[in-house]
T-cell receptor, first 111, second 114 residues
């Protein structure tokens, strides 16, 4: 099942710089997208979401951009902090209920 | 801050045994889910549960699996006869209701089948 893909398994960024995490999807029926952060030995933590009727949603240091024509979304973290080091998952939903997850991107923010 | 809790954190069982994984969703949430993540693979949806019945289930959720809300707080996943390939992290999640996309996850139960 490759409906949601995160092509970069890892990303390393300097503290204070921007982190950009990318996600691509194939199912045009997806109408809602979410980003989760996961630390080792913990469950995914909800970060930010976006409806398909929008192209941007911002919450503090986190901004999600959606490009429906390209079936692409990205998560921007500005400025990046060492505590942001975690695995980030994008997820998508056709309707309320089942989430389809990407494979995750491990972000390392270096002090 | 309210959170989803899961017990046990780690369960080791022998192949063919029954296991019950327990979850306490956030108290005023009405929609409940189970997901699993096999080591090195994606988080996969198993089942959703609303109003005391299954709303949706994936192909993974076969007759060996069942879910139950035995009381007002617990939500359980039972695997009747475990197989080696059931070894995974199992995550419970909950959301407000059927209009809410955002799901809140518990810390997971690591199931090891030997």
């Amino acid at each position: 099942d490759q409906q949601v893909k995160q092509n970069s398994p890892s990303l390393s960024v300097q503290e204070g710089r921007i982190s950009i995490l990318n996600c691509d999807y194939t199912n045009s029926m997806f109408d809602y997208f979410l980003w989760y952060k996961k630390y080792p030995a913990e469950g995914p933590t909800f970060l930010i979401s976006i409806s398909s009727i929008k192209d941007k949603n911002e919450d503090g240091r986190f901004t999600v951009f959606l490009n429906k024509s390209a079936k692409h979304l990205s998560l921007h973290i500005v400025p990046s902090q060492p505590g942001d080091s975690a695995v980030y998952f994008c997820a998508a939903s056709v309707r309320v209920g089942m989430l389809t997850f990407g494979g995750g991107t491990r972000l390392m923010v270096k002090p | 801050e309210p959170e989803v809790t899961q017990t046990p954190s780690h369960q080791v069982t022998q192949m063919g045994q029954e296991v019950i994984l327990r979850c306490v969703p956030i108290s005023n949430h009405l929609y409940f889910y189970w997901y699993r993540q096999i080591l090195g693979q994606k988080v996969e949806f198993l089942v959703s549960f609303y109003n005391n019945e299954i709303s949706e289930k994936s192909e993974i959720f076969d007759d060996q699996f069942s879910v139950e809300r035995p009381d007002g707080s617990n939500f359980t996943l039972k695997i009747r006869s475990t197989k080696l390939e059931d070894s995974a992290m199992y995550f419970c999640a909950s959301s407000w209701d059927r209009t809410s996309y955002e799901q809140y996850f518990g810390p997971g139960t690591r199931l090891t089948v030997t």
